[in-house]
């Protein structure tokens, strides 16, 4: 038997056909009564999800475990700046965001999540994943990523259209509040003109017509690589939203400005540190480290016939307009924004610091010395630095010399020239036994000493050996060979 979960569409009323446990194809161990288990808000309260199995498979992806929708608070809720003025809170530890949804963007979301969910578990995308799509009581809500780092200083964020709309949120590390005009508000003496010269020109929309400005025409600097990637990140994602029809997104664009010697000097928190390290899109200039977080968000708006009639309207309102068809949107977002991102920077990475376990004075450490062509190691301890011997590399036909056992100098202290090799050396030959030599004496008493010398001494192919030897041993004269055997 299967589970019917039940869908609220206004007057409409969609059902679906969840899988049973059996019927499941080898599911995750753990996630068995996953749907079920899912509650909403630091108190658990139950909601009904839309097409939930659909945006199961974002969380699986994202590794998200069944308790993240208690995350948050629905006390929490404040607007989040937007035109729509829609509800919005974060998560208490900042990595996703519960949205207010219009009736529209709803029923865009159910019309377009097979689609958006094949994208978004797709890891090359700009697009911030959707995690669930619920509804509780007279609410809709959406779960979605949070592109931004929580508990940073931004230096800048800047919302990008590609179009007249764009707009900086966070100027010089201060927000900006947003001042708009609306139609309403066309009796005000500055509506039809932003001169700073104008008497009642609010101070607020100075600062915030100056962060139109910059958002506008400021070019965006990545590393070479990055800025291709990015580039073809925002061509292809765009090419997806012109087959959705689907218009009036942004992206958003946010960086935190650090100074090169204070990162490598240590002189920032741990959570800087840890940004730099996470942070995909870090690079240097100048002597100032910017970490850029992008994501495009506010995908779901429709073309329909309200904004047909707001493009009428907005026929004298500077060009370019965000009020196009989605084709034309597509193109404007890709053509603007890939023209204003630009390579040139260099690319940081924070290095890894060493730390030792226990506290103390290290006894040496080993460094690498280039020198020319040659590497020399140095060994460091207290007393100083002592160079060694540079090693040089072998090959298959040069192999290094056995190392001996004992200790031996580098380089020889001698300055006279080294002896040739005389060869291999004989068998040293016994000591003259005296006894022997006594018996032998008997039966040579006649012969001369010479004679008796030439017969004992070594071959002549090392007569060197032979005379170090003759050196070594007792000289025994004819005479005490005599008196040894009148005596015995």
């Known amino acids: 038997m299967s589970h019917v979960t039940s869908l609220g569409l206004g007057s409409n009323t969609t059902e679906r056909t969840l899988p049973t446990q059996m019927e499941a194809t080898q599911p995750d161990k753990g996630l068995l009564d996953r749907k079920s288990d899912l509650t909403v808000g630091d108190k658990k309260e139950q909601a009904e999800f839309c097409n939930d199995d659909?945006?199961?498979?974002?969380?699986r992806h994202c590794k998200l475990g069944l308790g993240f929708l208690n995350k948050f608070s629905f006390d929490g809720f404040s607007e989040g700046g937007g035109k729509g003025g829609s509800l919005m809170?974060?998560?208490?530890?900042?990595?996703?965001?519960?949205?207010?949804?219009?009736?529209?963007?709803?029923?865009?979301?159910?019309?377009?999540?097979?689609?958006?969910?094949?994208?978004?578990?797709?890891?090359?995308?700009?697009?911030?994943r959707i995690y669930a799509h619920f509804k509780k009581g007279q609410g809709i809500y959406v779960v979605m990523a949070n592109c931004l780092p929580m508990g940073l200083k931004?230096?800048?964020?800047?919302?990008?259209?590609?179009?007249?709309?764009?707009?900086?949120?966070?100027?010089?590390?201060?927000?900006?509040?947003?001042?708009?005009?609306?139609?309403?508000?066309?009796?005000?003496?500055?509506?039809?003109?932003?001169?700073?010269?104008?008497?009642?020109?609010?101070?607020?929309?100075?600062?915030?017509?100056?962060?139109?400005?910059?958002?506008?025409?400021c070019d965006i600097v990545f590393t070479d690589q990055q800025a291709d990637d990015i580039k073809k990140l925002i061509h292809c994602d765009a090419e997806f939203f012109r087959e959705l029809q689907t218009m009036?997104?942004?992206?958003?664009?946010?960086?935190i400005e650090l100074n090169e010697e204070d990162v490598k000097q240590g002189k920032i928190s741990e959570e800087y540190k840890e940004a730099i390290r996470t942070c995909k899109y870090a690079s240097v200039q100048d002597g100032t480290v910017r970490l850029y977080y992008l994501g495009i968000i506010d995908f779901l708006q429709d073309w329909n016939c309200k904004k047909d009639i707001a493009r009428c309207i907005k026929v004298c309102a500077p060009k370019p307009l965000s009020t196009i068809p989605p084709s034309l949107y597509a193109d404007q977002f890709d053509s603007n924004l890939g023209s204003r991102i630009k390579g040139g920077a260099k690319?940081?990475?924070?290095?890894?610091?060493?730390?030792s376990e226990q506290p103390g004075p290290i006894d040496a450490v080993e460094i690498e010395i280039t020198v020319?062509?040659?590497?020399?190691?140095?060994?460091?301890?207290?007393?100083?630095?002592?160079?060694?011997?540079?090693?040089?590399?072998?090959?298959?036909?040069?192999?290094?010399?056995?190392?001996?056992?004992?200790s031996q100098p580098l380089v020889s202290t001698s300055a006279a020239e080294p002896k040739p090799d005389p060869g291999p050396k004989p068998d040293p030959e016994p000591k003259p036994d005296p006894e022997r030599m006594s018996i032998d004496a008997k039966a040579t008493e006649s012969k001369p000493l010479e004679e008796k010398q030439a017969t004992d001494e070594p071959s002549a192919s090392d007569p060197q050996t032979a005379a170090d030897d003759l050196k070594t041993s007792e000289p025994l004269s004819p005479k005490g060979e005599h008196d040894t055997l009148v005596k015995k």
């Open 154 to 217: 931004f230096t800048l964020l800047l919302d990008l259209k590609g179009c007249r709309d764009d707009k900086a949120m966070i100027l010089n590390g201060e927000k900006v509040p947003a001042i708009h005009k609306r139609c309403f508000s066309c009796l005000q003496c500055w509506y039809c003109c932003d001169m700073e010269c104008c008497p009642c020109y609010p101070e607020e929309r100075k600062v915030y017509y100056k962060g139109k400005v910059k958002a506008f025409t």
């Open 347 to 355: 690319e940081f990475k924070l290095v890894a610091e060493v730390k």
């Open 372 to 406: 020319g062509d040659r590497k020399s190691e140095v060994v460091e301890d207290e007393d100083g630095v002592k160079p060694t011997e540079p090693k040089e590399k072998t090959t298959a036909e040069q192999k290094p010399d056995p190392i001996p056992e004992s």
């Open 54 to 59: 659909d945006w199961d498979k974002v969380r």
């Open 248 to 255: 009036d997104y942004s992206l958003l664009v946010a960086y």
């Open 89 to 128: 809170t974060r998560s208490f530890d900042g990595s996703f965001l519960v949205k207010e949804m219009s009736r529209g963007d709803h029923e865009s979301l159910l019309r377009h999540t097979t689609a958006l969910v094949k994208k978004m578990i797709e890891n090359d995308t700009l697009i911030v």
